[in-house]
């Protein structure tokens, strides 16, 4: 997951980012600071990878924020002031967005973040099943189910369940090979036959793509629809 923290002194303009940050299952939310003191202090306990910062904040300025930290995480700037692009991009910015924001413009600036290096995966996923390990080549698997507490992956020749969580599972697998359309469903994306806004065609299965998920799913396939 990238951990985001939002910096906004705007309830509305905050509630915003907070609603777009939800609806990306790779982002965590880990708060929302309205001051750059409070941002200060959440961030020397917290890991924080993606730092989503307005300019004008009361007291020390974003711009100010940002010179005061000896390692930045990424940041990207969410402001209704254009003049101070130049600035942001001169201090390595991920992207500068202009309120009011739109989701499709939030999903391309977060497209653009460097993904935490501890998501780096191998070729198999390795499970405890039936009190013995199971290791599954990730080129096999059509699909995994959330099933309550346990998950149910779907391979080409076996279905196995084990006692995990379906974003636990997502974060260790590779996000090119894979994408989570449904709160409780991941496809592989090789082994997928047709699609379309509203559902994917795997060999033997029909998986519906869930609402807070069509755009992210889109934003995948845009040079498709």
């Given amino acids: 997951m990238i951990r985001c923290l939002i910096v906004e002194d705007e309830p509305l303009a905050a509630e915003v980012l907070k609603d777009y940050v939800q609806q990306v299952p790779y982002l965590e939310l880990k708060g929302v600071c309205s001051d750059a003191i409070f941002a200060i202090e959440v961030l020397t306990r917290e890991k924080i990878d993606l730092l989503f910062l307005d300019i004008h904040l009361p007291g020390l300025k974003g711009i100010d924020l940002l010179r005061t930290l000896a390692s930045p ?3 990207i700037i969410t402001t209704a002031y254009n003049e101070y692009a130049l600035q942001g991009y001169e201090m390595n910015v991920i992207d500068y967005l202009l309120k009011p924001i739109e989701f499709k413009r939030f999903l391309q600036a977060v497209n653009k973040v460097q993904r935490p290096s501890s998501m780096t ?3 198999t996923l390795t499970i405890q099943t039936d009190k013995k390990k199971v290791i599954i080549p990730l080129s096999d698997i059509l699909f995994i ?3 309550k507490e346990y998950i149910q ?3 080409i020749s ?3 369940h084990t006692k995990y969580s379906l ?3 997502e974060n260790e697998l590779d996000v090119s090979r894979f994408l989570r359309i449904h709160r409780s469903f991941i496809v592989g994306l090789r082994h997928i036959k047709a699609f379309n806004l509203n559902e994917v065609h795997l060999p033997g299965k029909i998986i519906p793509i869930g609402g807070n998920y069509k755009n992210l799913v889109a934003q995948r ?4 629809f």
């Fill in 73 to 75: 995480p990424q940041v």
């Fill in 167 to 169: 974003t636990k599972v």
């Fill in 121 to 123: 995966v191998s070729d």
């Fill in 221 to 224: 396939f845009n040079q498709y």
């Fill in 158 to 160: 076996d279905v196995y």
């Fill in 145 to 147: 189910e959330s099933q």
């Fill in 153 to 155: 992956i779907q391979t």
